[in-house]
């Protein structure tokens, strides 16, 4: 079993930074990738980024790539998403999710869920 915990939420003016955690307790095999979700108001959940633990690898959905960072401290068991030049359509509940693999930016076999921290980008 997998527990995920995000912080680092909040309101922030458009142009500025925000830096989410995901703090991943627990040990299940299989389990190599986190995904980084978002949900705006009215909208589905879409994929944002993913990055793989084996090997580092980080993938981006277009509308962000470039803006954000994923990464990973493994001593702290914690990823990162490192947002920048936020925009308002940037406001949204993110969520990190831990999974099997990347696929592009979306990570696969999502089994592992955090509550979500929420992001709002005013103008």
């Known amino acids: 079993q997998l527990q995920l915990v995000e912080s680092g939420g909040g309101l922030v003016q458009s142009g500025g930074t925000l830096r989410l955690s995901c703090a991943v307790s627990?040990?299940?095999?299989?389990?190599?990738?986190i995904g980084w979700f978002r949900q705006a108001p009215g909208k589905n959940r879409e994929g944002v980024s993913c990055?793989?633990?084996?090997?580092?690898?980080?993938n981006y959905r277009g509308s962000v790539r470039g803006r954000f960072t994923a990464s990973r401290d493994s001593a702290k068991n914690t990823d990162y998403l490192q947002m920048n030049s936020l925009k308002t359509e940037d406001t949204g509940v993110y969520y990190c999710?831990?999974?099997?693999?990347?696929?592009?930016?979306?990570?696969?076999?999502?089994?592992?869920w955090g509550k979500g921290t929420k992001v709002t980008v005013s103008s």
């Open positions: 999710a831990a999974g099997t693999k990347c696929r592009s930016w979306v990570v696969a076999g999502q089994d592992y």
């Open positions: 990055i793989d633990h084996r090997d580092g690898r980080t």
């Open positions: 627990g040990v299940t095999p299989g389990y190599h990738a």
